[in-house]
């Protein structure tokens, strides 16, 4: 779905992990105040000193510093909390922590307890904390790209393999300018962070949070050339996208275009053509703006001749008649263009101190010697003086004349286009290069340094030229920096010695591809009211004005120049229909998607959504309407044809159902609106047949040998409520099979109310070991490289793996009667279970077996390996079973984006969500409460692809749909993924949630 931007403040988080990073490395030792320490020198020296006189660092008692010293982790806990108190002035919460190397007599134990209560600190997976451990340079990255929520960057460092878990972090933090290189180009990713490096990181993270919890500021307003104001603020600005300029001149509105700065800081409003005289004032909006500090005015005044250039010191003689030489000049306006071929730059007066100056054509002064017959002699000296008469700018320059530049032939060449593109667009500083073809008088090429002394290019005014080598070859480079209006442009090259070679071209300057003509057609499948964020999609077809069609990852980049609406009938009093945009990201890129949930209808059968999409350039608009049909609610239950519902004495099964709804699609309620109709349905199960199976759904279990005996099962919805389904629970229904060989039925019953809307029933057939049966070994899904999903504890040849790591894998066997039925096998039955792999481990996790990856880094292809299973049957022995495990050589992606009322376990890796914990799609914002809090907690996690859950560091969080009468000023989630948010007034907002490949996911916020 549409990508959506926020300012992601995350203040502890970000402040914490940051100044963590930054304090935490100094050891812990009584401090003596010294500005000046006599161990520092070099280039770091004033970065310690600044990192000192801003209250980050300090010295010794002796006076010293220490530069070389490393830190411990405890250290690095107690800086982290420490900061996070002084940056807020809060106290952290204490409690408990789980850690078997930290005790409560260690000097610095409040301080891990606090960190690791507040969700900065994690330990290893076999319970240490690690608090002797040091910190290591791409450790150090990984945290600080977390804490500040850099982007993905690529990297540069000959030591840093494009592989490296490390690698994308350490690029954020390199183009960041937090964290520098070595100067023989490498990083050193395992080198331990010392005192001094630390101290000049801190100074620079502490000025990058100060930045980031300033209130933005228009600095200046400034017209910066002929057509165009130049607005700079205090601080990067991080979604421009939010950003409004109201610009008016002496009162009246003017419209110019916003083209932002790469670096976010200033914007140029750029008009089609020159700015009218007047004083300009501009407003913006859409950004947290200190009172009174989002305007600024600038008085534009009539263009005018500024400077005079005298293009060389070379008066070139006409190899046909020596008593004439040449040479050329340049007119630039105030703000440094080239306006020579304008007419503003009319009534330049040339004055000779020999001979008869004159301007004989635009750009280029001619003197005749006196008298006109007689040659100039060669290394004469000529002082020549040119004067605008209007404004009396002046330029003079003493001259040699010259043969040097002398040629027999000039010509334009082929037009050299950049990579991407066949066209010259504009403001673009190499717009395209002409190739030149010219000879000199021994008939040899003329080079670069050559043409620069015999020929003056005269480009028409907004258009700027200039010679260059281009594969050792002349060229004239294009620079359209200037133009922002799309036309033809003249360009001349006047050949001082003869001017018959003179030669002009005219180029065609056009706009970057803009979007020009839209088609929108009918969204893919049917709609629902209801149906989540991100799962209507509309075709969007986008062509350029070259009639091109433009790819979806262009479509989304221009995303801003497509208005997209939408208008509703049918729907419930208030509803607002119009949350389509276009995808940014994922899937769906460059497509039309809902933003938010479609919302409910009023009554009736139906309701219709007309889709609007205009490319703003053109106007052009495109219209697509369709049909929105009731909620979607579970019709059919469904038992999956691989369920597993045969079991080996003691063995265990997971059976998950499947629903569809009334439109026969596939139905899942953990991610219907849990407000929806959802909350009427409800289950009955019921267990009949032997005692030979015990049943869990929902918390209860089914045992019919239990005394009393337990047979039955039912849950009921209560409609209206936002909590969780409880259909969620026939998703985890648990078979554990006996000591007994028999059959057991279970029936499941769908129910709205008390009405049986669906059943389904399946046969659980329990049987003993025997020499009968064929063993092998079940498909092992392939494996996350990072057993315990923080690759910042990865050091070495361990990354913090085991059996009981999020993403170890169970080791599980299968066995087949003559009749072809398979049966699932109880862990205990194996005996051992090794892998070949260096890349490999196993292990037991209680009684069951488990392999997982042990590498440090992600692979770059799969990596196989052959495990190896020793199972003891009944009446056969010892079974040996072989098969292959992988380690996938993908990162981490979102499948679905959840948020629940409790957070992980553990952020890095979970195998499951929190235990009795509900969907969040809604929550109440209570201003009045000190401090104003969320209710219920919000907590985010992504499932990724390998069925496992987390909190990445790297989800982007905005307010939408935001009502009048709501100020919201900050939308976050910490580590430990709660999302907090700060507002004002009383009405309601949406928060989205969206990971880097576009999954999302929404919340309401009712503000009271």
Request: aromatic share 6%.
């Amino acid at each position: 779905m549409s990508s959506v931007h926020r300012q992601h403040s995350r203040k502890f988080a970000v402040i914490v992990t940051v100044l963590a990073l930054l304090l935490g490395l100094f050891p812990v030792a009584a401090f003596a105040s010294h500005g000046q320490f006599p161990d520092v020198s070099g280039v770091l020296a004033g970065e310690i000193k600044a990192a000192h006189d801003a209250g980050l660092v300090d010295g010794y008692d002796d006076g010293t510093f220490r530069p070389n010293e490393n830190v411990t982790r405890a250290a690095f806990a107690k800086f982290i909390v420490l900061a996070v108190e002084k940056a807020t002035g809060q106290s952290l919460p204490t409690g408990d922590e789980p850690f078997s190397d930290v005790a409560p007599n260690q000097a610095l134990y409040e301080y891990v307890v606090k960190a690791y209560k507040a969700g900065y600190i994690q330990g290893y997976s076999d319970g240490t904390f690690g608090y002797d451990k040091p910190i290591n340079r791409q450790e150090a990255a990984a945290i600080l790209q977390r804490a500040l929520k850099l982007a993905d960057a690529p990297e540069n460092f000959a030591d840093v393999p494009d592989d490296s878990a490390f690698a994308k972090a350490i690029g954020a933090v390199a183009a960041a300018g937090l964290m520098k290189g070595y100067d023989n180009g490498n990083f050193g990713p395992s080198d331990k962070v010392n005192r001094a490096q630390a101290a000049a990181v801190a100074v620079r993270g502490y000025n990058h949070l100060a930045q980031q919890n300033v209130q933005y500021e228009v600095v200046s307003v400034a017209a910066v050339s002929s057509k165009a104001l130049r607005v700079t603020f205090n601080k990067a600005v991080d979604d421009t996208s939010k950003v409004k300029f109201d610009v008016k001149r002496d009162g009246v509105a003017v419209d110019l275009t916003a083209k932002w700065a790469e670096d976010k800081k200033s914007v140029d409003l750029e008009s089609s053509s020159k700015l009218q005289v007047g004083t300009y004032t501009v407003t913006v909006s859409g950004l947290d703006f200190a009172e009174g500090k989002n305007s600024g005015s600038v008085k534009v005044e009539e263009e005018t001749v500024a400077k005079i250039e005298i293009v060389g010191d070379k008066l070139i003689r006409d190899k046909n008649t020596p008593s004439v030489a040449r040479i050329g000049y340049k007119v630039y306006n105030q703000y440094g263009e080239d306006i020579t071929n304008s007419s503003v730059a009319a009534g330049i007066e040339a004055k000779s101190s020999a001979g008869s100056a004159s301007i004989t054509s635009t750009g280029v002064v001619e003197i005749t010697n006196n008298p006109s017959n007689q040659a100039w002699p060669l290394d004469a000296k000529v002082v020549l003086t040119l004067v605008h008469s209007a404004t009396g700018v002046t330029a003079s320059k003493t001259l040699t004349v010259a043969d040097s530049g002398q040629l027999t032939s000039f010509a334009f060449g082929n037009i050299i286009y950049p990579d991407d593109s066949k066209r010259i667009y504009t403001g673009r500083s190499e717009a395209a290069w002409i190739e030149v073809q010219a000879t000199d008088a021994n008939g040899q090429p003329a080079d670069e340094a050559y043409l620069r002394n015999a020929v003056t290019l005269v480009p028409q005014s907004g258009l700027q030229a200039d010679f260059a080598t281009r594969d050792g070859k002349p060229v004239i480079k294009i620079d359209t920096t200037s133009i922002v209006t799309a036309g033809k442009y003249t360009l001349t090259a006047v050949v001082l010695s003869s001017p018959d070679l003179n030669k002009s071209i005219t180029l065609d300057v056009v706009k970057e591809p803009y979007p020009a003509k839209v088609e929108l057609s009918a969204p893919e499948g049917l709609v629902a009211a209801r149906d989540a964020a991100g799962t209507v999609v509309l075709g969007l077809k986008v062509y350029d004005q070259f009639g091109n069609e433009m790819a979806g990852k262009d479509v989304a980049a221009h995303s801003a120049d497509i208005e997209v609406r939408a208008v509703g009938a049918g729907f419930a009093s208030g509803a607002n229909v119009d949350v389509f945009g276009i995808a940014t990201t994922g899937a769906n890129i460059g497509k039309v998607v809902n933003t938010d949930v479609i919302p409910a209808l009023a009554s009736g059968n139906a309701g219709t959504i007309t889709v609007f999409a205009t490319a703003k350039e053109t106007g052009n608009t495109s219209t697509v309407q369709f049909q929105v049909r009731p909620e979607r609610e579970p019709a059919a239950v469904v038992l999956p044809t691989d369920a597993v519902t045969n079991l080996l004495y003691n063995a265990s099964s997971v059976v998950s159902l499947n629903f569809k709804d009334q439109y026969e699609a596939n139905y899942d309620p953990a991610k219907a609106d849990p407000a929806g109709a959802v909350q009427s349905f409800g289950y009955k199960v019921t267990l009949s047949g032997q005692d030979v199976v015990t049943v869990t759904v929902g918390g209860v279990t089914l045992d019919l040998g239990a005394a009393p005996a337990v047979s039955e099962a039912a849950k009921n919805g209560t409609a209206g409520t936002p909590a969780t389904s409880v259909l969620v629970d026939l998703k985890n229904i648990t078979l554990q099979a006996k000591s007994a060989s028999g059959n057991a039925t279970v029936t499941v019953q769908l129910l709205k109310g008390s009405n049986v809307v669906s059943s389904v029933q399946f046969n659980v057939s329990v049987a003993a070991p025997s020499s009968t049966l064929q063993y092998s070994l079940a498909q092992i899904p392939a494996l996350y490289w990072d057993a315990d999903g923080d690759p910042t504890n990865n050091s070495g040849t361990t990354n913090g793996g085991s059996a009981t790591a999020a993403y170890a894998e169970e080791i599980r066997v299968v066995a087949k009667d003559s009749t072809g039925k398979t049966y699932t096998v109880a862990p205990s039955t194996i005996v051992v279970a090794t892998v070949d792999g260096a890349d490999f481990e196993t292990g037991k996790d209680g009684n069951v077996w488990k392999v997982w990856s042990t590498r440090t880094q992600r692979p770059t292809d799969k990596v196989t390996g052959t495990l190896t299973v020793q199972v003891q049957t009944t009446d056969a022995g010892l079974v040996t079973l072989t098969g292959t495990v992988t380690i996938s050589n993908e990162d981490r992606y979102a499948v679905n984006v959840l948020v629940r009322d409790a957070g992980l376990t553990s952020p890095n890796g979970s195998v499951s969500l929190p235990a009795n914990s509900n969907p969040v799609s809604e929550a109440t914002y209570d201003t009045a409460a000190t401090p104003p809090s969320l209710t219920p907690k919000p907590y985010v996690a992504v499932e990724d692809q390998f069925g496992r859950y987390w909190v990445p560091g790297n989800l982007k969080l905005a307010p939408a749909n935001v009502s009048l009468g709501v100020t919201v000023t900050d939308v976050s989630y910490a580590a430990t993924g709660e999302v907090t948010v700060s507002a004002s007034g009383a009405g309601t907002f949406d928060v989205v949630i969206q990971a880097p490949n576009g999954k999302t996911a929404t919340i309401k916020v009712n503000v009271r």
